[in-house]
T-cell receptor, first 116, second 113 residues
Framework: GAVVSQHPSWVICKSGTSVKIECRSLDFQATTMFWYRQFPKQSLMLMATSNEGSKATYEQGVEKDKFLINHASLTLSTLTVTSAHPEDSSFYIC????????????FGPGTRLTVT | AQSVTQLDSQVPVFEEAPVELRCNYSSSVSVYLFWYVQYPNQGLQLLLKYLSGSTLVKGINGFEAEFNKSQTSFHLRKPSVHISDTAEYFCAVRPGGYQKVTFGTGTKLQVIP
């Protein structure tokens, strides 16, 4: 149980275009999802906290207009990187907390974004 | 605020040898502690966690960790490593009652045949 999927697993896009990454909790309902960014050989940096039905809470320094987060249902959150640039290339990981659970985070497999 | 320090960025160890990956944390409130493993191009997998109770916690793949409150440490150990243990290991803390997790910078375990 407690499986989180991400789609796509790997995406290449051209500079200036937008790309959407999906995060789904497959076998549980997630009231809260988190989006992380991981640069090569570095740790995970929290970008934003996404609560179902409300606006995401962004961490300091993260551009909310560039990284659009939508948590439309208890099983789906999306991250849209708008007007992507090469410096947005990174590994994006989502995690989800089960509703009524112990706050344990279940992580998705990650999405590798390469902007050319 | 919380912080997590993993002093060793890389730890090479021969196969079947024991290993200890160090983790120290700081926090003004009580925290829960976690160790995660990340294989290349994959997400994080929970190895073990300390929430309360016994300070020695056993996890998957033969790993264990000991919570030491006085030294604010949560070191990860395995008595005999395998090639398949080669991966990045992250220590993390979460304040009780809160959802946000703070990660350490990670330790790359390299098992040498």
């Amino acid at each position: 149980g407690a499986v989180v999927s991400q789609h796509p697993s790997w995406v290449i896009c051209k500079s200036g275009t937008s790309v959407k990454i999906e995060c789904r909790s497959l076998d549980f309902q997630a009231t809260t999802m988190f989006w992380y960014r991981q640069f090569p050989k570095q740790s995970l940096m929290l970008m934003a906290t996404s609560n179902e039905g409300s606006k995401a809470t962004y961490e300091q320094g993260v551009e909310k207009d560039k990284f659009l987060i939508n948590h439309a249902s208890l099983t789906l959150s999306t991250l849209t990187v708008t007007s992507a640039h090469p410096e947005d290339s990174s590994f994006y990981i989502c995690s989800a907390i089960a509703a009524g659970g112990s706050y344990e985070q279940y992580f998705g497999p990650g999405t590798r974004l390469t902007v050319t | 605020a919380q912080s997590v320090t993993q002093l060793d960025s890389q730890v090479p160890v021969f196969e079947e040898a024991p290993v200890e990956l160090r983790c120290n944390y700081s926090s003004s409130v009580s925290v829960y502690l976690f160790w995660y493993v990340q294989y290349p191009n994959q997400g994080l997998q929970l190895l073990l966690k300390y929430l309360s109770g016994s300070t020695l916690v056993k996890g998957i793949n033969g790993f264990e960790a000991e919570f030491n409150k006085s030294q604010t440490s949560f070191h990860l150990r395995k008595p005999s490593v395998h090639i398949s243990d080669t991966a990045e290991y992250f220590c993390a803390v979460r304040p009780g009652g809160y959802q946000k997790v703070t990660f350490g910078t990670g330790t790359k375990l390299q098992v040498i045949p």
